[in-house]
C-alpha cells in the first residue's frame, strides 16, 4: 500500500467543535436481540454549530445556551464580540 503522503493527503486536518446544552433523551432502544444505545434530542445535533467555524477564525463554536447554563452556575463565560 502507498504511504499517505503520496496519495495526495496533505497531512493537513482541520477540527471543528460545536458545543450546546441542553436536554435529552438517552437510553437503549430496539428490540432484546439487537439493542442500540443512542442519543434523541435538538440539543444533540451541534452540527449547525460546527459547520459555522468553517468561515471563522475559531475551531469552536458555543451555543448561547451554554454560555446561559456556564453563569447560570455563577462562573463568568466569555462574552464574544459579536454574537451569531
Do not use: F
Not at 48 to 72: K, N, P, Q, W, Y
Request: aromatic share 4%.
Amino acid at each position: 500500500m502507498e504511504p499517505r503522503k503520496n496519495r495526495g493527503w496533505s497531512g493537513a486536518h482541520r477540527n471543528r467543535i460545536g458545543l450546546h446544552y441542553g436536554e435529552v433523551v438517552v437510553g437503549n432502544t430496539g428490540h432484546a436481540r439487537r439493542l442500540e444505545y443512542t442519543i434523541i434530542g435538538d440539543t444533540v445535533n451541534c452540527g449547525r454549530l460546527e459547520r459555522l467555524t468553517r468561515g471563522a477564525a475559531s475551531h469552536v463554536m458555543v451555543s448561547g445556551d451554554l454560555i446561559a447554563a456556564i453563569r447560570s452556575q455563577g462562573i463568568e463565560a466569555y462574552q464574544p464580540k459579536t454574537a451569531l
